[in-house]
């Protein structure tokens, strides 16, 4: 109950009452949560006596944007449609009142909008018409954000093809995989150019590997992943030329030099 208002011209006054101090309500029609004809019925205290049964009626609410929360959905890229996980967590309050999906609303996809990629995506909510909701579809937004590559839990990174690994003066630019196995989904192998960007990041990686100075590198993620990989995730080898093999020569020393001393 809202508001009662008592207006008696026998005693010239009309007065809001207010619930638990001017009355208290003892009883309703059965039907007092859908949509039609209603009564409560109230009994006077206080400065009131006596009971009085108030008829009323319910009428659907026109659907309002606002009212439609999608926030619980936490979308994070994964490769995968989330239209479902969006549509469960939808969550439709006006004041102290809940809507219930499938007897006050259906949630539908907009044409054409996969629900896969990072970034603005939007549902259909829709009145059913015969619930406690009324009015046109409203289009309600939602974000999927791109995978951070700095989740070690869910994100991998390896060297991959890579022979040339003996120091010859040269920087080493070793390609990589990295696969992203996200929790419910199949795993990824991301695409350098479309996931990640091709111009990897190195460092130290000229000469040879000791156990204190490895080489290293790592990945930006471009599209639907975002950040860096750290550097120290994957590291790889510079291997010391072995002047034992057949064919290393040594040039320029002289044999049977004197020793001077310089």
């Not at 994100?155 to 990295?178: F, H, L, M």
């Not at 929790?183 to 000791?210: F, H, K, M, P, R």
Request: hydrophobic residues 30%.
């Amino acid at each position: 109950v809202s508001q009662i208002v008592l207006y008696d011209p026998d005693y010239g006054m009309s007065k809001a009452l207010v619930c638990d101090t001017d009355f208290e309500i003892v009883g309703h029609s059965s039907n007092n949560t859908e949509e039609g004809e209603a009564s409560v019925t109230i009994q006077g205290i206080g400065n009131y006596n006596g009971t009085r049964t108030l008829p009323f009626k319910i009428v659907a609410a026109h659907l309002d944007a606002k009212w439609v929360d999608v926030s619980a959905a936490d979308c994070v890229y994964n490769g995968k449609d989330q239209f479902s996980k969006v549509e469960q967590a939808i969550v439709i309050k006006n004041g102290d009142v809940t809507y219930t999906k499938g007897t006050d609303y259906t949630v539908s996809r907009v044409p054409n909008d996969a629900g896969i990629a990072a970034g603005t995506h939007y549902v259909l909510v829709t009145p059913t018409g015969n619930g406690m909701l009324t009015g046109d579809p409203v289009k309600v937004e939602y974000k999927i954000k791109p995978k951070s590559l700095s989740d070690r839990n869910e994100i991998s990174i390896q060297v991959t093809g890579y022979t040339n690994d003996v120091y010859d003066g040269q920087a080493k630019r070793p390609k990589v995989q990295v696969t992203y196995r996200p929790t419910g989904a199949d795993a990824i192998t991301l695409t350098e150019g479309q996931d990640y960007a091709t111009n990897l990041e190195y460092s130290n990686n000229v000469n040879a590997s000791t156990l204190t100075s490895k080489s290293h590198v790592r990945v930006l993620g471009i599209n639907n992943i975002e950040g860096y990989t750290d550097w120290d995730w994957c590291t790889f080898e510079i291997k010391p030329i072995d002047l034992t093999r057949q064919n290393t020569t040594i040039s320029g020393f002289l044999e049977g030099a004197e020793y001077t001393n310089t």
